[in-house]
């Protein structure tokens, strides 16, 4: 296990995985991480799928926009989780909208992401997130039921590569105290 601060600086987006599959423990850890992500009023409105067969993974591939550098990733990563959200149910109470946005479900399914690529990190395996694709394809796929959408794809794998830091903004440039 490495300390937190480590983990959140050295995960890195990878889309060239090696060819050895993902052990059902280290999937299990994975998906108990994304339980224990924070949500709206707890809602949970998580649903994840677990995709290992190629051809399933080859039709998902083909769904990703041109020339996305993540199709090559789709098709050849062990595992991809698809991460899909209960519409209307993260940022409404009593069926009401009770905030600005339309859905939350993207904030909480952004938590969930981020926990699963932290967790993956921490395992030794690589992810990356992938968001665009034709949702609408990507659901009669994945035969995702009415009320429920697809957000976004994490290939998951050991990485065939290890991709230096990218340049980040300092603290200073961002944070503003008391007033923007």
């Not at 690589?126 to 009415?146: N, R, T």
Request: hydrophobic residues 40%; proline residues 4%.
């Amino acid at each position: 296990m490495q300390e937190l601060e480590q983990v959140i600086k050295e995960r890195r987006s990878i889309r060239r995985f090696e060819t050895r599959g993902v052990e059902d423990e280290k999937l299990l850890a994975i998906l108990e991480a994304a339980r224990w992500a924070p949500s709206w009023g707890n809602s949970q409105c998580w649903e994840i799928i677990t995709i290992r067969d190629s051809e399933q993974k080859e039709k998902l591939s083909e769904a990703l926009t041109k020339k996305n550098p993540a199709t090559l990733t789709i098709l050849h990563a062990p595992v991809v989780l698809a991460l899909c959200g209960e519409s209307r149910k993260s940022g409404f109470y009593n069926g009401q909208q009770i905030t600005r946005y339309q859905d939350w479900l993207l904030f909480d399914l952004g938590l969930a992401a981020q926990n699963i690529c932290l967790a993956a990190h921490n395992l030794g395996l690589g992810s990356v997130i992938v968001g665009a694709f034709d949702h609408a394809q990507v659901e009669k796929i994945l035969v995702v039921p009415s009320g429920y959408e697809v957000v976004a794809l994490l290939p998951l794998g050991y990485p065939a590569h290890a991709p230096s830091a990218p340049k980040r903004k300092e603290v200073s440039s961002f944070v503003h105290s008391e007033k923007f």
